[in-house]
């Protein structure tokens, strides 16, 4: 168990309303990641952190913002959201630097209507 | 960009038989390779992680193998059982900062009684 949690764990909400996923880790680790899953094009990586305030882009981060102020949380937000961000959110840490061994947390489904 | 092919993308076995699912990849610039598994409306467990510079992972009666010139990997599960019955991943890391992963869309496993 790496320790992550993830909230809220589901979610529906309106088109053009801003949304904030909220990862957390209680093991002090320095990379984070959020993914996206959707069927047929398995998961995706939106944004990605590797420190306090150090924050970059993924594959498919049009849409999304991050903020890291904490070691322990990572937040995504969904400025205003589409039926296209409909999906299963993931969190990951990476568990040993060296390494960079990904642990997910148990997701996040949002449904925007 | 790297792309991401398990083959194949589902398969049935009865308990006892000796498997293996293929991962194959097109950039062979990796910098480690990731096994995971995930049960149904779940997140993912990692499996085994395979750096670069090595050939092969075991745990139990999971076996990973990596030839990175050729792109590929395999996942050997020997003895089979209906809890292995899941979706399996993989997913290469590139270098660079944090490692990031790309994911294929999955072997769905079904081990029969």
């Known amino acids: 168990d790496a320790g992550i949690t993830q909230s809220p764990r589901h979610k529906v909400t309106e088109t053009g309303t801003p949304v904030t996923l909220r990862c957390h880790q209680t093991?002090?680790?320095?990379?984070m990641y959020w993914y996206r899953q959707d069927p047929g094009h398995g998961l995706r990586l939106i944004h990605y952190?590797?420190?306090?305030?150090?924050?970059d882009k993924g594959e498919v981060s049009d849409g999304y913002s991050v903020s890291r102020s904490k070691t322990e949380d990572f937040l995504l937000t969904l400025e205003s959201a589409t039926s296209s961000q409909t999906s299963v959110y993931f969190c990951?840490?990476?568990?040993?630097?060296?390494?960079?061994?990904?642990?997910f947390g148990p997701g996040t489904r949002l449904t925007v209507t | 960009k790297q792309e991401v092919t398990q083959i194949p993308a589902a398969l049935s076995v009865p308990e006892g038989e000796n498997l293996v699912l293929n991962c194959s990849f097109t950039?062979?610039?990796?910098?480690?390779l990731q096994w995971f598994r995930q049960d149904p409306g779940k997140g993912l467990t990692s499996l085994l992680l395979?750096?670069?510079?090595?050939r092969e992972q075991t745990s139990g009666r999971l076996n990973a193998s990596l030839d990175k010139s050729s792109g590929r990997s395999t996942l050997y599960i020997a003895a089979s059982q209906p809890g292995d019955s899941a979706t399996y991943l993989c997913?290469?890391?590139?270098?660079?900062?944090?490692?990031?992963?790309?994911f294929g869309t999955g072997t769905r496993l079904q081990v029969t009684l």
């Open positions: 990951a840490i990476s568990l040993r630097d060296v390494t960079y061994e990904q642990y």
């Open positions: 093991e002090n680790h320095r990379y």
């Open positions: 952190s590797y420190g306090v305030k150090d924050t």
């Open positions: 950039d062979s610039a990796i910098y480690n």
């Open positions: 395979i750096q670069s510079s090595q």
């Open positions: 997913a290469p890391g590139r270098p660079g900062t944090a490692s990031k992963l790309t």
